[in-house]
């Protein structure tokens, strides 16, 4: 089962874009951490806002040229 279009993910590694591909990426598994059918295996909503406000940091300081792009944050 495709979640993303794959032209999009080509056009991203071609733009050399990857750090968008790997948010991407991050977002799905937070919902996927979140949508787990045993409410013991969910994601903690706190934790997931946490999670998706860093994702959300680390792209605007790399829009704004800041530096920050470690894989462990996505």
């Given amino acids: 089962m495709e979640v993303m279009d794959p032209h999009l993910i080509q056009q991203l590694e ?4 990857d750090h968008l591909l790997e948010s991407n990426i991050s977002v799905l598994r937070i919902g996927v951490a979140c949508s787990s059918q045993s409410p ?22 790399l829009e704004h040229g800041g530096e920050g792009t470690s894989q462990s944050h996505l």
């Fill in 14 to 17: 071609a733009d050399g874009r």
């Fill in 40 to 61: 013991r295996d969910k994601m903690e909503m706190g934790d997931a806002v946490n999670q998706l406000h860093s994702i959300r940091n680390l792209l605007l300081r």
